[in-house]
């Protein structure tokens, strides 16, 4: 992706139209709430990786409510953050949000860091996450790029129907010489990019009749061109392994302790398949074979039960 050396009439009348729609507009999602603070907020940015905002808001809540500092987090084995995730899917999430808890409790005291530096050596927290906790929890200037904002600068600012694959260097300076010099400010405006690249700015059929920008968009004034090449379908889930993953996680979830491989067998019908999706769990570090009984499995950490002096598991 290329951009111009410099941003026409863009830079600050860009941003100051953006938030300014967004101070009327912003959808009231309760990890910009005051109270959400670091950690909720730090939360939200994990789950909302590839998951859309409906299916996120209740597992935020309820996770939230149980966990409301790090420190309670790190409190419980690395299971519950699995079975408390439930259904969001890319459950390797819950393992990262874990050991990120842990890290902060070790490291940091139980409070998330406000330096970016600092945020980006906690386990599982990359460019992305750090950018956004350090924007939209401390108010701090740093280009926040996803999906959404590469796209929406894409248009406005390099004129073409989309970004690229993944995030490079050019999308972070492109989107950084939006942002106002004022930290608080530039925060703000971070926020609204996001904002209208997800519910106005999107990619197959975009609101450019509802969009802040659109008088200022070079997209736009280029006839807004489609996009060159095949567009990309969405993937298969139905019958992938990513499904059998994920009907072994549920089984696994809803039991407490070892389950016997003969009720994982239960799931699905294709053994290779199956069996290879398991294998996958246990590589991934979601699921161990359990000490006893022999052949069976359960999340990490479940798979050792305490037992009672007689010898069995506690109810």
């Given at each position: 992706m290329?951009?111009?050396?410099?941003?026409?009439?863009?830079?600050?009348?860009?941003?100051?139209?953006?938030?300014?729609?967004?101070?009327?507009?912003?959808?009231?999602?309760?990890?910009?709430?005051?109270?959400?603070?670091?950690?909720?907020?730090?939360?939200?940015?994990?789950?909302?990786q590839?998951?859309?905002?409906?299916?996120?808001l209740?597992?935020?809540?309820?996770?939230?409510a149980?966990?409301?500092?790090?420190?309670?987090l790190?409190?419980?084995?690395?299971?519950?953050?699995?079975?408390?995730?439930?259904?969001?899917?890319?459950?390797?999430?819950?393992?990262?949000?874990?050991?990120?808890?842990?890290?902060?409790v070790?490291?940091?005291?139980?409070?998330?860091?406000?330096?970016?530096?600092?945020?980006?050596?906690?386990?599982?927290?990359?460019?992305?996450?750090?950018?956004a906790?350090?924007?939209?929890?401390?108010?701090?200037?740093?280009?926040?790029?996803d999906?959404?904002?590469r796209?929406?600068?894409?248009?406005?600012?390099?004129?073409?129907?989309?970004?690229g694959?993944?995030?490079?260097?050019?999308?972070?300076?492109?989107?950084?010489?939006?942002?106002p010099?004022?930290?608080?400010?530039?925060?703000?405006?971070?926020?609204?990019?996001m904002?209208?690249?997800?519910?106005?700015?999107?990619?197959?059929?975009p609101r450019?009749?509802?969009?802040?920008?659109?008088?200022?968009?070079?997209?736009?004034?280029?006839g807004?061109?489609a996009p060159?090449?095949?567009?990309?379908?969405?993937?298969?889930?139905?019958g992938?392994?990513?499904?059998v993953?994920?009907?072994?996680?549920?089984?696994?979830?809803?039991a407490?302790?070892?389950?016997?491989?003969?009720?994982?067998?239960?799931?699905?019908?294709?053994?290779?398949q199956?069996?290879?999706?398991l294998?996958?769990?246990?590589a991934d570090?979601?699921?161990?074979?359990?000490?006893?009984?022999?052949?069976?499995?359960?999340?990490?950490?479940?798979?050792?039960?305490?037992?009672?002096?007689?010898?069995?598991?506690?109810?």
């Amino acid at each position: 992706m290329s951009y111009p050396s410099h941003l026409p009439p863009a830079g600050e009348p860009l941003a100051t139209a953006a938030i300014d729609w967004f101070d009327r507009h912003a959808r009231d999602l309760p990890w910009r709430r005051p109270e959400a603070g670091a950690w909720g907020i730090l939360v939200s940015e994990v789950m909302l990786q590839q998951t859309p905002v409906a299916r996120v808001l209740p597992v935020w809540e309820e996770w939230l409510a149980r966990w409301p500092v790090p420190a309670d987090l790190a409190a419980d084995p690395p299971a519950e953050a699995i079975r408390a995730w439930g259904r969001l899917g890319y459950p390797r999430r819950a393992l990262r949000l874990h050991a990120c808890a842990v890290s902060i409790v070790d490291r940091h005291g139980g409070a998330v860091p406000d330096d970016l530096d600092l945020l980006l050596a906690l386990p599982g927290v990359g460019s992305y996450t750090a950018r956004a906790v350090a924007a939209f929890a401390f108010g701090q200037r740093h280009p926040v790029v996803d999906t959404n904002v590469r796209r929406l600068v894409a248009r406005a600012v390099a004129g073409v129907p989309d970004a690229g694959p993944a995030t490079t260097a050019a999308d972070l300076a492109a989107t950084e010489a939006l942002l106002p010099a004022d930290p608080a400010r530039a925060a703000r405006a971070s926020a609204a990019f996001m904002e209208l690249g997800a519910v106005v700015c999107v990619a197959r059929t975009p609101r450019c009749a509802r969009c802040p920008l659109a008088g200022r968009c070079a997209w736009r004034a280029r006839g807004a061109p489609a996009p060159v090449g095949p567009s990309r379908r969405p993937q298969r889930y139905a019958g992938t392994d990513r499904q059998v993953r994920g009907l072994l996680l549920a089984a696994l979830r809803e039991a407490r302790g070892p389950v016997p491989r003969a009720r994982l067998d239960a799931v699905w019908p294709d053994a290779a398949q199956r069996s290879r999706a398991l294998a996958g769990l246990v590589a991934d570090g979601l699921v161990e074979p359990a000490d006893h009984p022999a052949d069976a499995f359960a999340l990490i950490g479940d798979g050792a039960l305490p037992t009672l002096p007689d010898g069995r598991a506690p109810a």
